[in-house]
């Protein structure tokens, strides 16, 4: 079930295309008054490790991305809504600059899919006549698009269109809309016309549906796989979307203004920074390959440089997160960045005084990098994330073993980096073995030893986009109820234990919570601060207070659904998730974001009404 591939050659956008686009919207957006809301979708039932810090305390890359392109063209008028700040926000009273803002957007992952409905059907309520135009977009879309919108009748609410892409895709959409609207058109009547018409079927990236009179989806239009940037430097400047952030409250409807600059770093110590995307492994649970057309897209060291150095001066930021898939992928273009970082000055202080940072690695390119571990100690790196899987490489092989993750995490420890392992657990690894090390517990163990600073573990869960995604539940694999309470999207983070064929899958939800009891316990506090191993007993003293307070969300959120796991009865998914509502490609044939729906049967005459009477009624008659 992975995204298909564009043709190759053309993966790519060309070189300084998406910089001319941000030039032409710039000066479009001179004639045009807009004012945008964009939302974060949050559940706060997925509070719990390995997230529990980061999740309030790291404002989204993904909607200040979205948001730093709206700034960056010209619509100032912009607010960053972040549901885990702001649990209460209602879109339908929500005024910008005094008035409903024109545009409404909503980024979701599929965790937080209940949050994101509920965003779009309360920003549904709003009169016709004000409606916004309400842009779906984020990782649930890219897979799901079908998910954003009803084909009920009877409540018909649904984003007007689903972003299945990035930036590009969304400021594409943008320029044509601007590009047809005249005076005292609304947004949502321009978008109206131009789905009419079938002009949005030349963006690539897209998914809009068609609608009967009373607003309800009938079919879906998906116009295709994105191309993709490959010079990330074209990219807005983070720094802008750090300015739009609504403030941290409990009231339903907007503040009078952003959250101040010399509040920011209150609020979000850690700023997630794009730098590099793609990943050389092609592992089958993974949809990151597949996403990213087998590209491997990267910044420029000098742009990450003048990031971390505006995101400090403006923001006070000291602490970074480099969103990479694999930030070790490319061996050249990653010395080159950690070799301009280490170089650079700002303010006549080094870059690793001013600006801490960590990202995510493997344990394979970690030790072909293993030379140069100073300078990337030097460029400002103080943590590493590695997707360790399973040390034995039984489940998951990406050059890994138990010798060569013994290696990196204690090259790294002796270098000052603090390794923080990513695990995977699954049905055929115990708890505890006795003369091997495949046991949960034996690895968490090894890898304490070895430095770990941290610990992740994760069940094996189907990932929508991945190449197991699809057999986990023809085959069975994934659960859709326990003892009668059904699997829910906030519960698909694979801290629950939701696909096995385990014949006690509550022992693993039970191994989970031994192995995070295990690494992070009041006794291995005091060792870190009283017998401390490295010189990184400072931060291994942190982590532990965070991870035991993590602990305890995490074992009160999933202890009840051990219990039902115990219980049972179990029922087993046989069919993939997909939607009602029939989908197609722009030009009639099947839509590269679908998974197997029912087609349509018979042509469905649709109308489209425009909520003003500059727009009149088109019909059109569907193909089945």
């Known amino acids: 079930m992975e995204l298909p591939r564009r043709d190759r050659g053309d993966e790519l956008l060309r070189p300084g295309e998406l910089t001319d686009l941000r030039g032409r919207l710039r000066r479009l957006s001179r004639r045009h008054d807009l004012a945008t809301v964009i939302a974060c979708a949050f559940d706060h039932r997925t509070r719990m490790l390995p997230f529990i810090y980061a999740d309030l305390r790291m404002a989204p890359a993904g909607v200040r991305a979205i948001g730093s392109a709206m700034a960056d063209a010209g619509f100032e008028k912009t607010r960053i809504v972040l549901q885990q700040w702001n649990p209460r926000f209602r879109p339908s009273q929500m005024r910008l600059d005094g008035r409903v803002p024109d545009l409404f957007m909503v980024s979701s992952m599929q965790i937080h899919s209940t949050a994101c409905q509920g965003l779009i059907r309360d920003a549904c309520r709003i009169d016709p006549a004000h409606r916004p135009l309400i842009i779906a ?3 649930k879309t890219v897979y799901e698009p079908w998910d954003v919108f009803s084909a009920d009748a009877d409540d018909p609410w649904g984003a007007d269109v689903a972003v299945t892409g990035e930036e590009f895709v969304l400021l594409s959409l943008l320029e044509l809309l601007l590009s047809l609207r005249g005076p005292g058109d609304s947004l949502r009547d321009v978008f109206l016309r131009a789905r009419a018409g079938g002009l949005l079927d030349q963006i690539p990236g ?32 983070p720094i802008l979307g750090f300015g739009l952030l609504e403030p941290p409250g409990r009231d339903a409807a907007l503040g009078p ?18 730098m590099t995307f793609g990943c050389k492994f092609n592992c089958p649970y993974c949809p990151i390959p597949a996403y990213n057309q087998r590209q491997h897209r990267v910044k420029s ?9 505006q995101l400090h001066r403006l923001y006070g930021m000291r602490y970074f997160f480099g969103t990479d898939d694999n930030f070790f992928n490319y061996k050249p273009r990653t010395l080159d960045i950690v070799e301009t970082l280490a170089r650079t000055q700002v303010d006549g202080r080094p870059m690793r005084k001013i600006a801490r940072w960590g990202t995510e690695v493997t344990v394979h390119d970690t030790l072909q990098l293993r030379e140069h571990l100073p300078a990337i100690r030097a460029a400002g790196v103080r943590a590493l994330w590695l997707g360790v899987e399973d040390m ?6 990406k050059g890994q073993s138990v010798d060569k ?20 657990h699954h049905d055929s690894q115990p708890l505890r073995t006795r003369d091997r090390a495949y046991g949960l517990l034996n ?6 030893k070895a430095g770990a600073i941290s610990l992740q573990v994760l069940m094996m869960t189907p990932a929508t986009g991945s190449k197991l995604y699809e057999g986990a539940f023809t085959s069975g694999l994934a659960y859709e109820s326990a003892a009668g309470r059904r699997v829910e999207p906030y519960m698909l983070d694979a801290n629950y234990v939701v696909a096995s064929e385990h014949p006690k899958p509550w022992r693993k939800q039970l191994n989970i919570m031994c192995a995070y009891l295990y ?27 965070v991870g035991m307070w993590g602990t305890l969300h995490t074992i009160r959120r999933t202890f009840g659904w051990m219990l039902r796991l115990m219980r049972g009865p179990i029922r087993r998914r046989t069919a993939v998730p997909a939607g009602s509502i029939p989908m197609r490609s722009a030009g009639g044939g099947p839509a590269s974001h679908a998974l197997p729906i029912a087609p349509a049967s018979a042509p469905v005459q649709v109308t489209v009404r425009a909520s003003t009477p500059a727009v009149r009624e088109a019909a059109v008659t569907l193909p089945s």
């Open 137 to 139: 977009g984020g990782a």
């Open 206 to 237: 897209l998914v809009y549906p068609l609608t009967d009179k009373r607003g309800a989806a009938r079919e879906l239009v998906d116009t295709g796989i994105q191309r993709l940037v490959g010079d990330l430097d074209e990219l807005p400047h």
């Open 257 to 274: 203004r952003a959250l101040p600059p010399e509040r920011v770093r209150r609020y979000s110590p850690i700023a997630s920074v794009v």
């Open 301 to 309: 060291g000098a742009r990450i440089a003048d990031e971390f150095a």
């Open 392 to 397: 034995t490489a039984t489940f998951v092989r």
């Open 405 to 424: 993750t013994t290696e990196a995490f204690q090259l790294l420890s002796e270098r000052g980096i603090c390794p923080m392992p990513m695990m995977m």
């Open 443 to 448: 690895q968490a163990r090894l890898l304490r």
């Open 519 to 545: 690494f992070y316990n009041p006794l291995r506090f005091l060792l870190a601060l009283v017998r401390p191993k490295s010189r990184l007993f400072l931060a291994d003293a942190l982590m532990q207070v």
